[in-house]
């Protein structure tokens, strides 16, 4: 659950920490810097999670591999944490596949899916169990209910059936919780990612509950650029609200991100604005002219699954140019010279942003648990730094909801209705991935023949990313909030929505 501080965050954090220590210190020598953060991370004799000092230790070095970019080492061979930092030691490198990763020696190996009968049984005289498994898959020994495995076919009836809760169905949760279907069992027993499938959603990095799942990073890359000298600019998603603690208010994040490093800040709502003026052009376009229906474009995981799943609705998906990358190029015509980053809350960013056609105009990707790394190794609390009321004004409300789910939609609809009176917009909006199949699976039946299709990866919508840190509840209030007081209510109100073909061209 997100926003619990757990064990395996703890881990996460400690290692994003380190990282960003190495970056913004003079070290006079990084390959040995790197092999020393284990040690000081878990030291001692014992280890409070895994019971063995020098796993945990193997475990964290493979951590900041990825953190640095680096690919995971072969535990065939013998090598060093270090092999290949000299990669990794520079102002500018894009994100190598794949990017969510399986530390195999971290991975519990747990079981793909099993239906089992816990202790709780009470061996009840109705024994309803038995009677509705349609496999006979359940009987009665010694007063207890057994299943037997071979036959069972997971179906859940025993489960519901049972008075007392006593059948529970055991499943890995990286593989409950991919959308996917892409995550399966090795010979060892671990768990895998089929790379054809995925699309780098992240669900599966924040359901492992013994951290096995990690995902590549950018955050000494970052660092690197601002000590280089370069102008490094943030541009953050709006699903910041409230990200970096309950006391930390819109008036404070631009201070808190320049005593980072960054020379400014950038409220990605501005290019969700121009996103949506682009979508509701294409909407009106293409539906139902050209189109039997039109989905949105801007979360990555959502249309690379529908190009995937559904390539005959490939051409559904809108072209329209993500908030991310519209608010990219709207930074790089003012400082050409200047190195974007996006902070947001999703880990398919990072995948968009390596594609040949997004890298001029985002240079980095960091999610919000990567940043709070960031003010954690410079000893900020971001709750405490002085406000500044003038940040983050220039996004309207349109732009700002794009950041939970069903605001995509909602945008682009109230947008259209408002420029072409009378004309009414079906919208249909899923979050997570296996109701974005459902969705497309209606589509593909003729039931949504005119609508706007919003699709979403994560469960709330980009609030409920994986690399988001606090509950998903708490952050879609808070979220709906800050769209809804803006004064600017519609996308065409922003100041720069005569530039979106501009943009859109290059």
């Known amino acids: 659950m997100r926003g619990v501080y757990n064990s395996v965050t703890d881990i996460r954090r400690k290692v994003f920490t380190a990282i960003a220590d190495m970056a913004y210190s003079d070290y006079p020598d990084y390959a040995k810097r790197i092999e020393e953060i284990p040690y000081e991370i878990r030291s001692g004799k014992d280890d409070p999670?895994?019971?063995?000092?020098f796993l945990e230790r193997a475990i964290i070095g493979e951590r900041l591999r990825l953190g640095m970019g680096l690919p995971l080492r072969n535990v065939n061979e013998a090598g060093a944490i270090s092999d290949g930092i000299e990669e990794s030691t520079i102002a500018r490198k894009y994100y190598d596949a794949p990017l969510i990763n399986i530390i195999k020696f971290a991975c519990n190996g747990c079981p793909e899916k099993k239906v089992m009968v816990t202790t709780a049984c009470q061996g009840c005289l109705s024994h309803q169990c038995t009677e509705v498994c349609p496999r006979d898959a359940i009987h009665i020994v010694n007063g207890h209910s057994l299943i037997d495995q071979d036959k069972?076919?997971?179906?859940?009836?025993?489960?519901?059936?049972?008075?007392?809760?006593?059948?529970?169905?055991?499943?890995?949760?990286?593989a409950a919780s991919c959308g996917m279907n892409a995550i399966s069992t090795d010979e060892n027993g671990k768990a895998q990612i089929d790379y054809d499938k995925c699309v780098s959603c992240g669900m599966c990095l924040v359901n492992c509950p013994f951290g096995a799942i990690v995902d590549k990073g950018q955050i000494f890359q970052t660092i690197y650029a601002m000590k280089e000298g370069y102008e490094v600019i943030a541009a953050v998603a709006p699903a910041f609200v409230g990200q970096f603690g309950p006391q930390m208010t819109i008036g404070k994040v631009k201070n808190a991100l320049k005593m980072l490093g960054f020379s400014d800040v950038v409220e990605v709502a501005v290019g969700a604005d121009l996103c949506t003026i682009d979508e509701a052009q294409d909407f009106m376009e293409n539906v139902p002219k050209n189109l039997d229906f039109m989905g949105t474009s801007c979360c990555p995981a959502w249309s690379v699954m529908a190009k995937k799943e559904f390539p005959q609705f490939a051409k559904n998906i809108s072209m329209a140019l993500t908030p991310m990358v519209l608010t990219g190029r709207l930074i790089k015509k003012e400082h050409p010279d200047a190195k974007v980053?996006?902070?947001g809350?999703?880990?398919?960013?990072?995948?968009?942003?390596s594609r040949r056609s997004v890298r001029s105009d985002i240079d980095f990707v960091l999610t919000f648990e990567e940043v709070m790394g960031m003010f954690e190794a410079k000893h900020i609390n971001p709750e405490e730094v002085e406000e500044d009321e003038k940040s983050l004004k220039e996004g309207t409300k349109a732009g700002r909801q794009f950041a939970v789910s069903?605001?995509?939609?909602?945008?682009?609809?109230?947008?259209i209705e408002k420029e072409h009176p009378g004309t009414k917009v079906n919208v249909q909006a899923a979050e997570g991935l296996k109701n974005c199949k459902t969705m497309l699976m209606m589509a593909k039946a003729g039931r949504l023949n005119g609508y706007l299709l919003e699709g979403m990866a994560c469960p709330g919508g980009c609030v409920g990313g994986a690399g988001t840190l606090q509950p998903i509840p708490k952050s879609s209030a808070l979220v709906k909030k800050y769209a809804k007081d803006d004064a600017k209510l519609f996308a065409d109100e922003s100041k720069y929505s005569d530039r979106v073909e501009e943009l859109v061209k290059g």
């Open 341 to 343: 980053v996006f902070i």
């Open 152 to 174: 069972c076919i997971k179906c859940g009836r025993c489960m519901d059936a049972c008075p007392y809760h006593a059948i529970v169905k055991m499943e890995r949760p990286c």
């Open 345 to 353: 809350p999703c880990a398919a960013k990072k995948l968009e942003a």
């Open 49 to 53: 999670y895994r019971n063995d000092i």
């Open 406 to 415: 069903g605001g995509v939609a909602a945008s682009v609809k109230e947008l």
